[in-house]
């Protein structure tokens, strides 16, 4: 698509930017007939909220809404290009406005303010000199003060449905004012279903796809028509929303190591191949695996501490793509093997006493004597050497501290070779002397 060189060009994105709340797509749990967040827009009687949620879902568009619907003055910022000068001058301007209009204070990204910027605003929001929203990508229970939260309603925006997407499509392809419907542009039906699932949710995304792919459409008769070859060239590779350290990545991790743990080899291979294809570096995956091994399989099938640490060590060895497949292996064995996490419960436990009890004395005739006068004191005193013991199992010998009652903090499931560890330990303890 040709565009004129004089500074006037606006991206696709910014023209269909809905200008009323008829016009905006999604988060239908917000705007829907008697939602929350619909009510605030239409008493024009605008609130503090922080508006969170994955790029391209209507966060600066919503606040524009606010503004705009209580004929407020808005002020939009960038928490990346901002700082407490910008801030000031906002406060400053709110107060001369102050008794004749509303100031509405829109920062994008505030997750990229520390929390003393973040500090900066607040008791202006408290006294109402500022109507603030906040848009941010991150959880705001990690990112935002909780004075600021307190202040402030939550609203969670979610990816936008592919018929949604398939919505606002048309209206970028039909509207001749604002969108491209001068163009006379068509996309085939291959070429659509590929733009809508590269846009993930994402309208910004599918909306800028469609203005550089606009560009590749072939003209057949009076109709220029988009196939999937050029959908694909623009696409490129595949993308998949993943944040290396935030919520997203925190989240993935999460389901992988679930669905392990739940003994479901098909979804912990869906969410491994998720994060290695949004970049997750294969070796923190395989460094998760062996905390998995331990914690939820442990001493029911001890196979996959050694096959996770393998995984490590064939990546390590022969990097990506070949190294790869040895973490999948490690990770669908895992999910297939029997689970216990008795070792897992028996250490926190047995951790809890060893913080809380004090520091209690190594009994006598547990202690190494290797002098004279160690022996002569009683040290190693009465001590059974186990492998002079019937069974190398000497009965009756205690190993806690003298002033410790005893404690059994491994409690073997009845599943994988924990049934046979269970076994043993119970005939021991049927005979304890």
Not at 78 to 106: N, P
Not at 150 to 162: D, E, F, I, Q, W
Request: overall charge neutral.
């Amino acid at each position: 698509m040709t565009r004129a060189g004089d500074g006037s060009y606006r991206p696709l994105a910014d023209r269909l930017r809905p200008q009323s709340l008829d016009e905006f797509v999604g988060q239908a749990h917000l705007l829907g007939a008697g939602a929350p967040l619909r009510k605030a827009l239409e008493s024009a009687r605008p609130h503090s909220m922080i508006l969170w949620g994955p790029p391209g879902t209507g966060k600066t568009t919503l606040a524009r809404l606010v503004a705009s619907g209580a004929d407020a003055e808005f002020v939009a910022l960038s928490a990346v290009l901002a700082g407490i000068k910008d801030i000031r001058a906002v406060i400053e301007r709110a107060r001369s406005l102050r008794g004749t209009r509303d100031t509405v204070l829109f920062l994008d990204e505030i997750h990229r303010f520390n929390k003393s910027q973040q500090d900066t605003f607040l008791p202006y929001v408290e006294d109402g000199t500022l109507i603030f929203i906040g848009a941010t990508t991150e959880n705001p229970s990690f990112e935002i003060n909780n004075a600021l939260l307190s202040r402030a309603r939550v609203y969670v925006l979610k990816p936008l449905a592919t018929a949604d997407l398939d919505k606002l499509l048309e209206r970028a392809l039909r509207d001749v004012q604002r969108g491209l419907g001068a163009l006379g542009l068509s996309i085939e039906a291959r070429g659509r279903e590929l733009l809508l699932a590269a846009a993930d949710g994402d309208a910004r995304r599918m909306l800028n796809l469609l203005e550089t792919a606009a560009d590749l459409a072939e003209l057949q008769g009076s109709v220029r028509v988009l196939g999937a070859d050029g959908m694909r060239a623009v696409i490129g590779s595949t993308y998949v929303r993943f944040d290396k350290g935030g919520e997203n990545f925190y989240d993935q991790i999460s389901a992988l190591h679930k669905s392990v743990r739940g003994s479901d080899p098909d979804a912990a291979l869906y969410w491994l191949c998720r994060m290695l294809a949004g970049g997750c570096d294969p070796l923190y995956i395989a460094r998760r695996a062996l905390r998995m091994a331990s914690e939820d399989i442990g001493n029911a099938d001890p196979r996959a501490l050694t096959l996770a640490l393998e995984a490590c060590a064939v990546y390590e060895r022969l990097g990506s793509p070949e190294g790869e497949l040895a973490i999948a292996q490690a990770i669908v064995f895992m999910a297939c093997a029997a689970k216990s996490n008795a070792v897992y419960t028996a250490y926190n436990a047995a951790a809890e006493d060893a913080a809380n009890l004090g520091s209690l004395e190594v009994p006598l005739h547990l202690r190494n004597a290797p002098t004279r006068l160690m022996k002569e004191i009683g040290y190693g005193k009465g001590y059974r050497y186990a492998h002079d013991e019937p069974d190398a199992y000497a009965a009756g010998e205690r190993y806690f501290p003298d002033d410790m009652p005893d404690r059994r903090y491994y409690q073997p499931v009845a599943r994988g070779l924990e049934i046979k560890i269970g076994e043993a330990l119970a005939a021991r303890r049927r005979n304890p002397s």
